[in-house]
Nanobody, 114 residues
């Protein structure tokens, strides 16, 4: 069973940046599409970014132009560069395949606050 471990979250002021990492304990090389999801308190988990074939990326409207997803297939790692962070980006961030076929990791908390 592949384990996903997310890291890189923290407390940041509005306008700041963070880079999240998701490392898989086993090979996810064959998984074509990976994504980053987030879940804010009292809300459902939502998909914010996906990367297809390690090249094509698309984003939720709320983060387009501010977030960038990337993937290192050889390292079984997916990244999320988050810039111009807003308080509404506060959430626990998770990575998973699309559809979400892997066991969910513990996520990484991102808090945007002054």
């Amino acid at each position: 069973q592949v384990q996903l471990v997310e890291s890189g979250g923290g407390l940041v002021q509005p306008g700041g940046s963070l880079r999240l990492s998701c490392v898989a304990s086993g090979s996810i090389f064959s998984i074509d599409t990976m994504g980053w999801y987030r879940q804010a308190p009292g809300k459902q988990r939502e998909l914010v970014a996906r990367i297809i074939s390690g090249v094509l990326a698309n984003y939720a409207n709320a983060v387009r132009g501010r977030f960038q997803i990337s993937r290192d297939k050889a390292a079984n790692t997916v990244y999320l560069q988050m810039n111009s962070l807003k308080p509404e980006d506060t959430a626990v961030y998770y990575c998973n395949a699309i559809p979400a076929s892997l066991q969910w990791g513990q996520g990484t908390q991102v808090t945007v606050s002054s």
